[in-house]
């Protein structure tokens, strides 16, 4: 299996991942709401677990995001400049975003490492906040993943126009 | 070099990155990073950086985003928008440009169910344009009505640009709901009577359609009861106190979700599709939230925000003249930024100035709406134009300019009203949450 295919399916594996934690912040919210409105009773840590999975849902599907050019991109040069100037231009794009993931990453580290040390909890669950940073991590790292696969495609690869937004 | 000089450098920067094609959460995350730094020190920079997505991500404020979107996915996935063009054009069927009206009050009645104008647009053009064109109706008229109509979805209701606004600016979002739905609703009224005043200029442009029997026309208005059932349940809800926005969101996408089930539109890849589209959306917006986090926090050492009131105040601009200046300046900078980057750019430098000039923020938060949706529908950028060519590319985006063009005027009024009536936007949200 070619590395970008490894990519490719750890993306569908993180997307699916970020898919349930969707689904698992709209039932919890609607048994909650709903066990608050008819029995008065509403369920303890549905906050906490909705913050959670929106951390979940958010950064696993970031990759995802990535692989589909999902990124707001103002392309008016597009119609002046020569397919050539096109090309650089995304070639930088990929580039920058690259510099901007690893950034994100070694700067995330010192606080999560932080959460770790502290041993901070959320104050319903009682879930280690060092927790919420794994799929943080690991949604960054993926993400810069992808972006290194799509730099390393042949130019013509990245000819097409981005899909509309 | 003074730290607005610093300030200044930063914002040319980030206006050529974006110019260069750089994806714009990417240029607001760099340029913020390194302003800051260069202000502040390596170190403090690197603890925003560090922190900012952790502290946006586990918000439960923003979990109303993926919700709201998740609704609006799966409202459109369950043929609910080609129910609402056929109840709305069954309602205005046997008059001349029905078919214009209707997809004018389609998209907005579409965009009380999805907080996106975009995807408005897109789900719209694929079910106005393709019937209009087989009734005879002008191209021009169609994707100009489609376009405008579509620019409804960020202001009824629930709207993602009101939860971010409020995020940046720091308002509450069932507020800025309430404040989006009579301006909405005025807008739809006003695009219509473009619309009709296009269809008495140039008749041929839009042929009479049939008049349909009453009972025909009854039941395609009762066809739409999704609608009344997901934006009564959910919208409602917040106006009504029973739910904050995430459950709103939670139980509208839920119903939603039963709805398209119950009709047997909710296979299985078109599920997965609803939820792969929901993320990307939701993933997008928050990777731009990040980065105009960033940049926020530079801007602020930066000192902009004083700069620019100190500015105004040598100036001696009245408020309604510095009102004015900023809306022009929306109208230039909307030529060539796209609508979300607009809102998270500016709202940190605009709104202390705004509100020193003594403006509600809620107000001003429906003028930068108003003015998003402007920049939606002129060119050069002009994202509704691109999508609605997107959907059919036979139709030149020549043709989509000029049809859009006449529409322009609306939000324009619109501007004009709110200014002039303060309450057509402050009525709402003072009568159900107070002052």
Known sequence: ?165 | MTVQAIGVAGIGALLLLIFLRIPVAVCMGLVGFFGYAAIDGWHRAAAVLGSTPFDIASGYALSVVPLFVLMGELGSASGMSSRLFRGASSLSGGTRGALAYAAIGANAAFGAVCGSSVASAATMTRICVPEMRRLHYDDRLSTGSVAAGGTLGILIPPSLIFVIYAVIAQQSVPKLFAAGLVPGLVLTALYILVAAAIVFVRPAWAPRGEALPWRQRARDVLGMWEFVVLFGVSVGGIYAGFFSPTEAAAIGSFLALVIGAAQGKLTAPALWACFAETLKTSCMLFMIIVGAIVFAYFVVQAQLPEALVGWAQRMAFSPIALMLTLIVAYIVLGCFLEGIGLVLITVPVFLPVVVASGFDPIWFGVIVVIVVELGLIHPPVGMNLFVIQAQVPEVPILAIYKGTLPFLVAPMVLIALLLAFPSVALYLPRLLYGS
């Open chain 1, 1 to 165: 299996m070619s590395r970008r295919s490894w990519v490719v399916w750890l993306v569908r594996g993180s997307s699916a991942a970020a898919a349930l934690a969707l689904v698992a912040m709209m039932l919890a919210t609607v048994v909650d709401v709903a066990m608050a409105h008819l029995f008065r009773r509403p369920i303890i840590g549905t906050y906490d677990l909705v913050e959670t999975m929106l951390v979940v849902s958010v950064f696993l599907g970031i990759p995802a995001t990535f692989q589909r050019n999902g990124n707001i991109v103002v392309d008016v040069v597009d119609l002046f400049a020569s397919r050539r100037v096109v090309r650089f231009l995304k070639r930088l794009a990929l580039a920058l975003t690259l510099g901007f993931l690893l950034l994100l990453l070694y700067n995330m580290i010192v606080p999560a490492l932080d959460a770790l040390k502290f041993g901070g909890r959320k104050q319903e669950l009682g879930l280690p906040l060092w927790a919420l940073w794994v799929p943080i991590l690991l949604g960054v790292l993926l993400s810069a993943l992808v972006v290194v696969v799509a730099l390393v495609r042949p130019p013509e690869a990245v000819d097409g126009r981005e899909p509309p937004r």
